[in-house]
């Protein structure tokens, strides 16, 4: 538990540095918001994908981030709560919520910014993308991407089903 308790404290204080800025993330018409998020286990990596429309994104994750992701979105309770359950019971102890997530692609690597309120005022965090998603699923708060990355990176599949033979994630 201390192990736990102390990532989830230092998550905190990182998050607590790393303020960005607000101006670049703030909602733009070319933003859309993201329709469903649903986790598969492949072969190579567990993919989290991001779904527009009928395109998707893949976001390759760690399995521990996949299955918090999973969890969160099943109501699966693990015995010990893994690293983003402590970071939401630690933000909801001080009244922090998950306002909103915002995902960008740059040099190949997605990254995520996460906008927190607490009594009435907003700050932005910068934040891999998966744990991002992970938060955001966790509050059950929107996520963001720009509609030029979902043309760019998006991949046509039936979410629900197997995906499609001839697309690759």
Known sequence: MGRYLFCGLLMLVLVSTLE???????ATSREVKI???????LPMSPVVLLAVGDKAISIF???TVAGSIQG?????????????DLMRSILKTYEIHVDRVFITLRDGVFYGTLTLSQNGQQHLFDSRSSDAIALAVQFDSPIFVERE???????????GREPKKDVEL
């Not at 960005?20 to 703030?26: E, K, M, S």
């Not at 990355?149 to 979410?159: F, H």
């Open 61 to 63: 994750v760690d399995p």
């Open 72 to 84: 969160a979105l099943t109501g699966k309770k693990f015995s010990r709560p893994l690293s983003h």
């Open 149 to 159: 990355l979902v043309e760019s990176a998006g991949k046509s599949i039936g979410l």
């Open 20 to 26: 960005v800025d607000i101006a670049p993330v703030l």
């Open 35 to 41: 329709e469903k998020v649903e986790v598969r286990f």
